[in-house]
């Protein structure tokens, strides 16, 4: 038991070398992309796929054939990661601005941005991918079926991740093509349930993946990485950060906040304004 636990954790070990290399020259190549566009906001639709990137690392250094798990999970995360990848660089090819975070960070890191983004985004967006890709990195690194409720409450917990984040993207999509929405709040559809779906979308197929990962021989504590994520989702770079100045530029903005959870769906509260 004991070699059989040390061999588990030396493939794991390598699989975490392999996949960090493939990541880091990934969005190496998704900075020189940059350089040839001049829009540093491509890396968003890089993001999704970085994950099909380490996820094939993982399949390709394995020393045994993949098993059905494995290409359960590599499904989940194909899937997840095309719909993404499409939507956000439809949206980036129809823009023709830089989004404002990264015009703020092009402004603050000027002169030279062009070399430092390198480390500044790129490098560091493709650790953080390797950090969140930790489960499916070690859950198809070795075979180690166990617990399949938990496989089955992943897929579930995924899908509704998936529902989500392909409904309210395409509900925002179609309220921004329509000029007359021009400075107003979305708030039917799933934005009446959650002032962000796409985002408890992305919170859901996390951690469902998880738990598919999991269930395929990712170690227990592995759960710290859909944890990162999702802190990052409501407190960094998603939901605190969208919301900074938003009402300023829409001031319907604070009744929507009064009737609409902020981030996990609920059914909304009749506007509640407050009277003298």
Known sequence: KLLK?????????????WTLA????????????SLITRRISVIDAFWGPGFVVITATALLIRSTA???????????????????????????????????????????YEPNFWLKSLVIVFLLQGVIMWLVGMPLTFGLSVDLDRFLPLRYLGIVVWAVGIFFEAVGDYQLSRFRKDPANQ???????????????????????????????????????TAISPAVMSLFLMKV??????????????????????????????PPRSSAIPRS
């Open 237 to 266: 770079s998603g939901v605190t950060l969208l919301e900074r100045d938003i009402q300023e530029r829409r001031p319907e903005y604070a009744d929507y906040i009064r009737r609409t959870s902020a981030f996990f769906p609920r």
């Open 5 to 17: 636990t040390s061999f588990r954790a030396g493939l794991m070990g390598e699989a975490l070398i």
């Open 22 to 33: 493939a990541a880091s020259l990934y969005v190496t190549f998704a900075w020189l992309t």
């Open 66 to 108: 993949a098993s059905s798990s494995d290409m359960l999970l590599t499904t989940l995360v194909v899937i997840w990661a095309s719909r993404l990848a499409i939507h956000l660089a439809i949206r980036i090819w129809n823009d023709p601005h830089e989004d404002r975070r990264y015009a703020a960070i092009r402004a603050k």
């Open 183 to 221: 400075g107003k709040v979305l708030s039917t559809g799933l934005w009446a349930w959650t002032r962000h779906p796409n985002y408890f979308g992305d919170f859901a197929v996390w951690w469902g993946l998880w738990m598919v990962s999991a269930s395929t021989g990712a170690p227990l504590w």
